[in-house]
Structures are given as C-alpha cells and as structure tokens.
C-alpha cells in the first residue's frame, strides 16, 4: 500500500524548530524566533567555506542537532553522467555515499528532480518509491519516520535535492510536516543562493583571469597576432595555452639567426612553424628551401643537399648546385632529419661549423650563409644512445628546440581547425559548409588524433565531399572516428547510459536547428514542451546561447 503524500499548501505553516510543545502565540513567536537563529547560522556557515561542498557537512550537522531533522541528505547533478550522486549525508559513510546514486523519476530523490516539486510522505515503511539504498533499513525501523525532499535550483535549473527525515510525534503531525517542508525549501533557497555566488565569483574570476592573459599576449605579440590567432599569411591557428607557448618562443628566436630544432609527432604542422620562423626572420627576403630527408634515396642525399661537379658519377652530365647554395642568404629547413645516414651527418655538421662545404666531386670550397631549421619526430637523445645518431651534431642541432605539442594536448584548438578545413575544402570543392552537427563535434573532440591536424585536415576534407546539406554531420566523418577505440566512446556504463547520451546529441542538435526555441524544438523531436524542459534541466544544457547563433 502507497503511503500518502500530504499536500501541504493549504496547512498553516507553523515553526516548530525545537521539540518543544504548545500552541499559545507567544510560544509560536518564539518557534518563530528560534527558526530566525538557525537559518541565519546556517547562512553564517556558508560564508565560512569558500567551496560550496566543504559547507554542507556543517548545515546537515545543524538540521540534526538543531531543528531535529536526521539523516540529512543533498545529492548533486553530475553532469558527466546525467545521475545524481550523493554529495553529503549526515551519518553516512564513504561507501555508504557511493551506493546513492539515482536516475531522472528514480525513487523519490529522482523523482523530485525530475518534477522540480518537493515531496513529504508520512510515514516512510508505507512507500514503495522510497528506494532505501545507501543504507539499507529494515522495515520496523521506518515506521512512523515522515520523509522530505526538496528541489535545489540554481539559475532557473534543478541542479540537485535536499532531503531529510523526522519521527513525528507531535499533536498535530501536519502542522509538523508542513513547518519542515517550509523549512527545508528555506535551507535549500540558501544553498541556492550561495551555489549561485560562487559561480559568479568564478565565472568572474575566469573572466579576468582570461582578459589578462589575452592582452599580455596580444601586448606582446602586436601586429603578429589578431584576434587571439596568428596573422592570417602565417597559416597557423590556435589559441590554446600550449600553442601561446610555442607562438611566444616561436617571436623571441625568430629574428636571430640561431639553429631551431622543431620536435613533434607527425602531422603537427612543423613545416608551417619552420616556414613561419622564416617569414620572421631578417632573411625573409631570401629563398626559404625544403629538405625532406626522409623522401630522399640515400645515393643520392649527399647530391641533392652539397651539389655535385659535371662527372662526379654516372649521369652527372652538368654541374648541379645543392640546396645549401640554393638557400645562401636565407633558411634551409631539413625534414625529418633524424633520417639522415651517418656519413651525411658527418658534412652536415662540418657545414654548420664553418659555414662551408664541398660539391660531390670538386675540390673547391664553398662559402654559405644559411640558417638551418631542423625539424624531426623522433627522439634524437634516444637515437644518439642507441648509436644511430652523432651526438656532436645532435648538439649542434640542439639549440633552441621548439616542442610543437600534439593536437589531443590542446583539444581547445580542435573546433577552431575543423572551421577552417571546412571553409578551406568548402570553397575548393564548391560547397558552402554552414555548420558542424553537435554529433559530429562531440566525435572531433572526443577523438584522440593520433595522425594529429593532418589527420583533421584529411577528415574534414572527407566529410565536406559528402556533406548534401551544408553540415557536416557524424555519418560524414570517417569511421576511425566513430569506432569506440579511436574515439574514446567505449560502453563503459549500461544501455540506458548510452541512450541518455544519444537523447543528449538529439535535443542538442534540435535546439541549434530551432535557435534555442525550446517550443520549436520539441515539436520536431515529437515530443512535449513540458518533456523538454525537463530533459533540458537533467542534462544541465543551456539553451540560452543557442539563441544569438546565426547560420
């Protein structure tokens, strides 16, 4: 049998903080009084913590010890997850805690965060919903225990519950109940209100924080940098920490003449750095000349990099110049140059110590002014131990390295590149790509790119070619991408995990499409407004800043 569920909105709410009895109007002031005092500690205790969670232990304190209430409970929106978990209970112990978690309806905790209504039930052994999962009590021991849980809001959102019980044995158990309600509805307002603080404290510091770093950077790198990106002619984008990093090292070498060894994983855009330190330089005027090493046979290395005299070998029918001379007064960028044969090596770094070389075949020497860019993927220190690389011109190499970080190091930088590929491949391909589905970027992020931008690049140029609507959609991407090893998606939870997700991506998706109409959107997903907007409020999404998007 379901046990009732008072309606309390017509009962006078009458204070009754302390156990004391009596229902004379000065006894009731003083409830009144008394009520006063512990919601204005409970308040003077969130000013004390300056983290929200580190207070909640105190205020359940005071609701037991205080206002009678036991077995206080506040369970908080994960939204990595879309469950709620315990956040703190009084009396509970760490496992205890970790067995609290619930599903939007689930149990009476779930159910009021799904409904946003607060529910108070009578006696506790007599309801079925009442899921007894931290702790697992035995039926005698609920009997009689009425039962509150309230809804938390912050900003407009159900982000969590606070719930509590209290074994009635008043003269008038609805006037009880009614008075805890109304009190647990005040305490929950306070955890509100300060959970809303702290996040404009926060925000706000990030705010400045960020502000502060924007301009210290653009400071610094003036007329080289707009908008947060480099100039437009340098072809290189990001605007994460770690691209800050390199783009700061990249200004301070550039102008000297000094050797860079740009390290990196393949497809890292070392090649646009290279070119970039160039543009840079005071040889920008110069020839700028590539070297992939790798790509180069080994007979004939040595001819491509020094030249060679007419007969030097079989098929030397003229004199040829090197890419050394080729690149006199300017930059010489050698690729992959951890690839280099050892006897290569050992010119190389005659050439980098006295600025000279000799042509396959000739006798005469010949004077070069070149800066070298070296750029490479391996781990040179690594090839130098295990003999395959000369250690004298690993340090002749060696400096000013300039560490170009991975794509998955600075996922910021993800959307930012799959923008650009899409306009870049767009135009070339004749197509106006407009948009990226919600499913197609939660696979770019969520991938973990080993291939790096070059893989991106080649993605994105896939996905434009198929595109037929002006989006590119998840279905358009390449299925590396959408298999669970690449992109990180393994099934680690239940199937009704896996298709919250996919609700997620749909009403994501449907708000974009309708510009953050909530109304519009639930019509073309089939369904209510009111189902929306719970779905809306469990998963945490803010459909506010889908309204200014314009396509």
Known sequence: ????????????????????????????????????????????????????????????????????????????????????????????????????????????????????????????????????????????????????????????????????????????????????????????????????????????????????????????????????????????????????????????????????????????????????????????????????????????????????????????????????ELAHSGSIFLDEIGELPPQIQVKLLRVLQERELERVGGTSTIKVDVRLIAATNRNLENEVKAGRFREDLYYRLNVFPLRIPPLRERKSDIMLLADHFAGKYGEKNGKRIRRISAPAIDLLTGHTWPGNVRELENCIERAVILSTDQVIHAYNLPPTLQTAASSNTAPTTTLEAALSRLEKEMILEALKMADGNMASAARSLGISERQMGLRVHHYGINWRVYRTMKL
Request: charged share 30%; glycine share 10%.
């Open 1 to 324: 049998m379901q046990a009732a569920v008072v309606d309390t909105s017509s009962v006078m709410e009458t204070p009754h903080p302390e156990t004391g009895e009596g229902s004379s109007a000065l006894r009731e002031a003083e409830w009144e009084r008394a009520e006063l005092e512990l919601l204005f500690d409970i308040a003077r205790t969130f000013d004390k913590y300056v983290e929200l969670r580190t207070a909640l232990g105190p205020l359940l304190s005071l609701m037991e010890f205080r206002a009678g209430l036991s077995r206080g409970m506040v369970t908080l929106l994960d939204r990595a997850t879309g469950v709620l978990k315990v956040e703190e209970a009084f009396g509970l112990n760490a496992d205890e805690k970790r067995r609290g978690i619930y599903r939007l309806g689930e149990g009476l905790v779930g159910r009021v965060f799904e409904t946003g209504s607060p529910i108070v039930v009578s006696n506790l052994a007599k309801e079925p919903r009442f899921l007894n999962r931290a702790v697992n009590r035995r039926q005698e021991d609920m009997e009689g225990l009425s039962y509150y849980c309230v809804p938390i809001r912050s900003r407009g959102s159900v982000i969590g519950t606070l719930s509590a019980e209290r074994r009635v044995r008043d003269e008038d158990p609805g006037r009880r109940m009614a008075w805890d309600r109304a009190f647990l509805e005040k305490v929950s307002s306070i955890i509100s209100d300060s959970a809303k603080l702290r996040e404009r404290i926060m925000e706000e510091q990030f705010r400045l924080r960020q502000e502060g770093e924007d301009a210290d950077f653009i400071e610094n790198n003036a007329g080289w940098v707009q908008g947060g990106r480099l100039a437009p002619e340098s072809g290189i984008i990001g605007t994460s920490s770690s691209m800050r990093e390199v783009y700061e090292m990249l200004t301070q070498v550039a102008p000297s003449d000094a050797t860079v060894l740009i390290t990196g994983e393949s497809g890292t855009g070392k090649e646009l750095i290279a070119a970039e330190l160039h543009r840079l330089s005071k040889r920008a005027a110069g020839p700028l000349i590539k070297v992939n090493c790798a790509a180069l046979p080994e007979s004939i290395i040595e001819s491509e990099l020094f030249g060679h005299e007419k007969g030097a070998f079989t098929g030397a029918t003229a004199q040829r110049k090197g890419r050394f």
